[in-house]
Structures are given as structure tokens and as C-alpha cells.
């Protein structure tokens, strides 16, 4: 259950702004508001304005702006309930638990996020010991030192030294018996004769931290010949190492800045390259990278590079984060994995070739689509036609991982080209053999960046004036040339061919699900209305399941709201809701509406039969994508028929046409963009 606006309103009311955005962004008084730097972007004189009496924030430069909750989901990269959580903690308030869980669920979660502060104030009182440690080591500094690390880099990412010594907490922690140590990771309890001792000792420590920057853990490196030569917090309540990545809380402002995130192997490569100018580097905690890791990193930009060494171990590493990356690659998004040289990591390579070599290493990276052929054919023989089968059945998982779109569809007509078989034939072999596998989900479910279709399902997906029920495991396709082209999909696209269905015998495979009683399958819901408009349908899908706006792009938001009233301006508002309370069941939104121009409008459409949005999660997505390709075709051919008529007058205007002629037949047909 979504967060009731009253209590979303009494929190704002009882939050400062200002007190919020300056915790992040050094703030000035001039006048009535407050300036500094904007965190979202490069910028050398302020013009990012807080303001007290609004609690807003706005810069002139970029145009962000939002209230304290907006901040903190775009700067901290906190998702609503998060942010909305972070900021109740502070002002001493309880976020409201759903009606749906007992007393005794509610009393859990509560006992649970206190203990999970806890452990946090724990863990930043052992960093703030072993900061103080540091400075009194020689040793540990001229470590840092030989690695050339500046004081001020060490200060940032809160760098610290745990000395030699058995229980060296016992004069940090007033009982050092007491249980938080143990769960918090940071001493360990002997299994035979409960002996308690530190974890971590004549070790260098890296603080790990959370985007809210609330310390969860520790990295230590050994500074002699001990082993393991580093060493984790182990898994606790507040640290998941196949959550969390080393330096993103010190990273996310040049994350932004400099357009992408390097994804590293260790500590030591993040501050070194912090050090050398590139302060946009990450590192997973000792384990591959996951899709969490990769879901995370999109929060802060579109683009992520990951680096590894060219040996045979970094090869391995890169395969695994393709593993993680491919349900993420949408055609807005670029993924790139770079190598460098067996005997260098990042650090070592700039030290030796500077920062100008290593940025253009950045830029050459290899991009996801060329890595992910590149691992299909290792070890084939492509000049053989079992070569090219073996290439083939490599790649049929890797592809099907990707969200449905212009990438997933170009590869298909790759892959089929080295393969040498038609896209078409490559799509319908691997569609029949997914059928063919046993207990094998022809779905997948719907994740960020994945539409929820079949792993191995045709490039073009499932022709949209299907009703859901025809869209069973059961049908089969067979061509039809002519199947008419509408919302991108090609005039070329095979049809369902469903099969006909005859009554049973109360035997069916229904009767486990319906009962014993129950010898016809349920019922179809009722179609929606044919001749609804599609702006009016978008509507719908949108107040129903607000969520599917995140998934649009920064063009797809602009048609939307750019669409001739009321349907633009319910957008425009709809933006404004989900930015200010993020995404809420229609039946809290509604409660927003009173005096909205378009009352009477939103509550028609989402009155009656017609308003049903009813279904599978995937399938409505994938509606409402094909309703925006179908504007943005529209919108295309309008800017094609204007530019027409300047021609004549304007040769720059021919090629512009040219350019969008081939996004808009890239749009209607793109199995005929791929080949």
C-alpha cells in the first residue's frame, strides 16, 4: 500500500529544505533564498537556489528542482519510500505500515529498522577509531603514501588504519561483550570456547558506505604478507555485498558530471583513480557483478564502463557483469567493458600512460552488443556449419536476457548474419525451442529495463490487436506478409494462428487450478473499448500503473506532455505527482484531484468497463509503449511534412529530413532497420 498524502504533507511541513539540500550542497544566503553549486551538474558560478519559504529547490542552470524528497531520490538516488523513510527518521516521525500486515509484522519492521540504525552508529564509531589510528601510523601512511594518496583523498573516502592486536575495540566500545559487535561483523565469536577477538587487524580500512552515506561495513587490506590479503565485512543486516558498490555515495556527484560510472575491481583502483582524476569510480565488494549492482548504477547515469584486467581471470569477471547488465541494456542505456593490458589495473595504467591515455581507452571500450557476439563465439569454429550452431546456442540466453527494442532487434539480425540464417528464421527456431523445453516459464518477470517478454520470444513480439487471451503458450505463428503495420511492429510479422478450442471432459489442465467442479476454463475479461483513442488509453495505463513512467525516456516524456489539452497538461500533472510522491495507486492520486482543470476528464476515463487495466504487468507496458512509438511516428511525420516545405529554401533542411524519415521507418518497421 502506497504512503498516505497526509502524511506525506505533514512530513514536508515538518522538514527544512534547506537543512536537507545543505547536508549535500554548501549553501550561501542571498536574500530570500539560499545558492551554491548545483550537485546535478558541472558548474563554476551558482545558480542552484533553495528556497525557505517555498521548501524548493531549482537551478537555473539545469532545471532541477523539487521539494526535499524529489532531493534526495535524484541526488542520493534513494528510491520514494527510502527517501520518504530517511527523512521521517529524521524528524522523528512513523511511516505509516500497510493495513494489510498484523501488529505483530508491524512491531518487527519496526524493531528491525532500529536495530539496522543501530548497527550504523556501531560500525561509524569503529570507522572514527580507526581514522584516529592512522594518523598515529607510520606504517599505515607511508602505505598510502607509496600508493600516492593525498591526506584529502584519504579524509573522503574516510580511510582509517586497524592496529595490530587481538581486541583493540575493547577500549573503543564501553562492554565489548556486548552483541552489536558480533552482528555488526566487526569481532568475531570462536565457535568452541567463545573467545571473542577482532576481525579486522594490522589492516589499512575502507569504510563502505550507502548512498545516504551511512557507514554498513569494511574493507581491509593487509600490510604484510598475511592472508587473505583482503578481507569483508561478513553479511549482516544493513551489508549485502551483492547490493552495494565500494565509493558510490564518495562518487555520485562526478558520477553525473563526467557522463558515466568506471566500475573497478578493488578499493585501492577507486582512491587511486580519485586521486588521478577520476573520481567517477566505483568497485563491487569481492564478488561478480550482479543486476542489483546494475540497476543501482542507473539510478545515477546511462552510461557504465567496466573495467577489468585482459587476463584470463578479467575475462571471467567481464562475463559474469554481462550476465548482470544485459536485462538493464534498454536502447537508451550504454554498457562498456574495458580491457586493459594482463600486466596493469586502472591504477598502475595511469601512473605509467596518464589520464589522456586511460580516457581514451574509456571512449574505445568495447560496447555490451560487440562483447556479448565476441563471448557467443569463444572457442567456435564459425567457419563450420556445427561452429555457427554451437555460436548460436551460445548466444540464445544472453540475447534473451535483453529488453525487448532496437538493440535486442539489431543483434538478432547479427547474430543470424554470422550464423548464417535470415533474422526471421533465427527468431522462430529459438521461439519453437523455448516452447519445446520442459517446465521451462515462457515469461520472464517484468523488471526496470525489461519488458517481461519471452526470453527467446520473435524480436517483434506479439501483434497488439491480440485480446489477452489469445496470447496463450499454445498458439503457433505462421506467416503473413500481410499483416498491417501499426505502433512499430513490421508489416512483415507473423500472426498467432490459435488453435481452436473444444470442450473436455472435467479432465482439463484447468481442473487442479478451478476445482473439482470446474470443466470449462474461466472466463475472458471483457475487451476494451475498440474505439477508444490511444491518448486516452495511455491515460488510463498511466493513472492505473504510474510507475510505468519511469520507464519512458526524456523524448517520450516531452510527447506526452506536449499533446494538445487535456491530454498534454494530465501528463504534465501526472509528471508533477510522481516527482513530488512518487508512484501511487489511482486510488490515493485521486484524492489529489480536487479542483484539477481536468477533473472531470480523469474520472470519466477511469470510470466504467472501458477503464479496465486488468492483466498481465508485462503485456500493459508494452501497451503503453506501443501507444508512444505510435505519437512519436505521428510527431515524426508532422516534422517531415514542415521540413518538406523548406527545402526548397534551405538545403540543410533536406538532410534533417532524411534523418528523421529513417527514424520514423526505424520506428514502423524495425526488423527492416536491423538487416
Not at 344 to 354: A, I, L, N
Not at 411 to 417: P, S
Not at 527 to 550: G, Y
Request: hydrophobic residues 35%; negative net charge.
Amino acid at each position: 500500500m502506497s504512503i498516505p498524502q497526509t502524511f506525506i504533507q505533514d512530513l514536508l511541513a515538518r522538514t527544512d529544505v534547506v537543512d536537507v539540500v545543505g547536508h549535500y550542497v554548501q549553501l550561501k544566503k542571498a536574500g530570500a533564498n539560499y545558492m551554491g553549486l548545483c550537485p546535478f551538474h558541472g558548474e563554476k558560478s551558482p545558480s542552484f537556489s533553495v528556497s525557505p519559504s517555498k521548501q524548493f529547490y531549482h537551478c537555473f542552470g539545469c532545471g532541477k528542482n523539487g521539494n526535499a524528497i524529489g532531493f534526495l531520490m535524484d541526488h542520493a538516488g534513494l528510491g520514494f519510500r527510502d527517501a520518504v523513510q530517511d527523512l521521517a527518521q529524521k524528524a522523528g516521525m512513523q511511516v505509516p505500515d500497510d493495513d494489510d500486515s498484523s501488529p505483530q509484522d508491524r512491531e518487527r519492521a519496526a524493531a528491525q529498522r532500529k536495530k539496522q540504525a543501530t548497527l550504523n552508529d556501531v560500525l561509524e564509531k569503529a570507522g572514527e577509531s580507526w581514522r584516529k589510528q592512522l594518523r598515529e601510523s607510520q606504517r599505515a601512511i607511508g602505505y598510502f603514501k607509496g600508493r600516492g594518496v593525498s591526506g584529502a583523498i584519504a579524509k573522503k573516502y574516510g580511510l582509517g588504519y586497524a592496529p595490530e592486536g587481538w581486541r583493540n575495540l575493547a577500549s573503543v566500545f564501553p562492554s565489548y561483550d556486548d552483541p552489536l559487535l558480533e552482528e555488526s561483523g566487526l569481532v568475531i565469536v570462536g565457535e568452541e570456547d567463545d573467545k571473542r577477538y577482532d576481525r579486522f587487524r594490522d589492516r589499512v580500512m575502507f569504510p563502505i558506505r550507502n548512498v545516504k552515506g551511512e557507514c554498513i561495513g569494511f574493507g581491509g587490506r593487509v600490510l604484510g604478507d598475511d592472508k587473505p590479503k583482503y578481507l569483508n565485512s561478513p553479511e549482516t543486516e544493513v551489508f549485502h555485498k551483492g547490493r552495494e558498490l565500494y565509493g558510490l555515495f564518495e562518487a555520485r556527484n562526478a558520477i553525473r558530471e563526467s557522463g558515466y560510472v568506471l566500475v573497478t575491481e578493488g578499493y585501492m583502483d577507486v582512491v587511486a583513480l580519485a586521486q588521478l582524476g577520476f573520481p567517477n569510480a566505483v568497485a563491487t565488494l569481492g564478488t561478480a557483478c550482479t543486476p542489483d549492482h546494475v540497476h543501482k548504477l542507473f539510478r545515477f547515469t546511462d552510461t557504465v564502463v567496466f573495467s577489468f584486467d585482459g587476463d584470463a581471470a578479467g575475462r571471467r569477471a567481464a562475463r559474469k557483469a554481462l550476465d548482470g547488465a544485459l536485462p538493464y541494456a534498454s536502447d537508451t542505456r550504454s554498457v562498456k567493458f574495458l580491457f586493459l593490458p594482463s600486466e596493469h589495473d586502472p591504477d598502475s595504467f595511469v601512473r605509467e600512460y596518464g589520464t589522456d591515455a586511460f580516457a581514451r581507452h574509456v571512449g574505445d571500450a568495447t560496447p555490451l552488443s560487440r562483447f556479448l557476439v565476441e563471448a557467443s563465439g569463444e572457442g567456435c569454429d564459425l567457419g563450420t556449419a556445427e561452429g555457427r550452431a554451437h555460436m548460436l546456442a551460445n548466444a540464445r540466453p544472453l540475447w534473451g536476457l535483453l529488453p525487448d527494442g532496437a538493440l535486442k532487434r539489431q543483434l538478432l539480425g547479427e547474430l543470424g548474419e554470422l550464423g548464417q540464417l535470415p533474422a526471421g528464421e533465427l527468431g522462430q527456431l529459438w521461439s519453437q525451442q523455448a516452447a519445446q523445453q520442459p517446465g521451462r516459464s515462457a515469461v520472464r518477470p517484468a523488471t526496470p529495463g525489461n519488458t517481461g517478454a519471452p526470453d527467446d520470444a520473435i524480436p517483434w513480439g506479439i501483434p497488439p490487436d491480440l485480446a489477452p487471451w489469445e496470447r496463450d503458450s499454445e498458439s503457433s505463428f505462421a506467416p503473413n506478409d500481410g499483416y498491417p503495420s501499426q505502433g512499430g511492429y513490421p508489416s512483415t510479422a507473423p500472426q498467432f494462428q490459435k488453435k481452436p478450442w473444444t470442450p473436455g471432459n472435467g479432465k482439463g489442465p484447468w481442473k487442479k487450478r478451478w476445482g473439482k467442479d470446474a470443466d470449462l476454463p474461466p472466463q475472458p475479461p471483457l475487451p476494451r473499448d475498440a474505439v477508444a483513442k490511444r491518448e486516452d488509453h495511455a491515460v488510463r495505463l498511466v493513472l492505473s500503473h504510474m510507475e510505468f513512467l519511469e520507464d519512458l525516456s526524456h523524448e517520450d516524456h516531452t510527447t506526452l506532455c506536449d499533446l494538445p489539452t487535456p491530454h498534454g497538461p494530465i501528463f504534465v500533472w501526472l509528471e508533477g505527482q510522481l516527482h513530488e510522491h512518487g508512484p501511487v495507486a489511482w486510488a490515493v492520486l485521486q484524492e489529489s484531484l480536487s479542483g484539477h482543470e481536468h477533473e472531470a476528464k480523469i474520472r470519466k476515463l477511469m470510470t466504467g468497463s472501458h477503464a479496465q487495466t486488468e492483466g498481465d504487468v508485462a503485456e500493459l507496458r508494452d501497451e503503453l509503449r506501443g501507444i508512444v512509438n505510435r505519437l512519436l511516428i505521428d510527431q515524426l511525420r508532422r516534422q517531415e511534412n514542415e521540413l518538406i516545405t523548406q527545402a526548397a529554401r534551405d538545403p540543410a533542411a533536406l538532410e534533417k529530413y532524411k534523418e528523421l524519415q529513417t527514424r520514423r521507418v526505424a520506428l514502423e518497421n524495425p526488423k527492416l532497420s536491423s538487416s
